[in-house]
């Protein structure tokens, strides 16, 4: 079956790290650019990062530039994001998300999600 | 502060057409393909739209995609309860260099 599989969410104090992964299945992982996205309580879809293919380019949003770093492991078919610095307003539900290869600048494939909450 | 612009939400009856905006600018919606996603209450976002118009293999004929100038219109027909969902607009920002979306507009079937 494709699909991606998120985990590493939790409950997290203001200030702390957290990393999280993606472990996708069921299509060749190496040859897709990834993406996180995530989603506060009740909110829209904010997009987080963007990872290519090789790795050899990166772009992250404004809100987390600095804190959170991409990274992926092809061998292994995952995804990462480390967070540091988290902040109350980073409590959210984090999706991976596939770059269609058919398609200009769509996401094609997303996981189910995994939730971080940030609070003391 | 969404980058692109989109009504909160939209309602019709049931069996009816609804369409749902989506504002941008040049360095977005003017010079990049539009993407459309469906999220169920509970559920992730799943693709409904590619490049401005195009329907991934299982999305039915109901739903359409439309794009002008600096702006993409999301089109659903023959409404039905299950169409009950939050639906964003995406698309490249070149100036940003990042994906930006929609602030989402819900639908509600009457």
């Known amino acids: 079956e494709v699909q991606l599989v998120e985990s590493g969410g939790g409950l997290v104090q203001p200030g702390g790290s957290l990393r999280l992964s993606c472990t996708a299945s069921?299509?060749?992982?190496?040859?897709?650019?990834m993406n996180w996205v995530r989603q506060a309580p009740g909110k829209g879809l904010e997009w987080l990062s963007y990872i290519s293919s090789s790795a050899g380019a990166i772009f992250y949003a404004d809100s987390v530039k600095g804190r959170f770093t991409i990274s992926r492991d092809n061998a292994k078919s995952s995804l990462f994001l480390q967070m540091n610095s988290l902040r109350a307003e980073d409590t959210a539900l984090y999706y991976c998300?596939?770059?269609?290869?058919?398609?200009?600048?769509?996401?094609?494939?997303w996981g189910q999600g995994t939730l971080v909450t940030v609070s003391s | 502060q969404s980058v692109l612009t989109q009504p909160p939400s939209v309602s019709a009856a049931a069996g009816q057409k609804v369409t749902i905006s989506c504002s941008g600018s040049?360095?977005?919606?003017?010079?990049?393909?539009v993407s459309w996603y469906q999220q169920l209450p509970g559920m992730a976002p799943k693709l409904l739209i590619y490049d401005n118009n195009k329907r991934p293999s299982g999305i039915p004929d109901r739903f359409s995609g439309s794009k002008s100038g600096t702006s993409a219109t999301l089109g659903i027909t023959g409404l039905q309860t299950g169409d009950e969902a939050d639906y964003y607009c995406?698309?490249?920002?070149?100036?940003?260099?990042?994906?930006?979306f929609g602030g989402g507009t819900q639908l509600t079937v009457l």
């Open positions: 998300a596939r770059y269609s290869d058919y398609a200009e600048d769509a996401l094609d494939l």
């Open positions: 040049s360095s977005n919606i003017g010079n990049n393909y």
């Open positions: 069921g299509f060749a992982f190496i040859s897709y650019e």
């Open positions: 995406g698309t490249w920002d070149r100036s940003l260099s990042a994906v930006v």
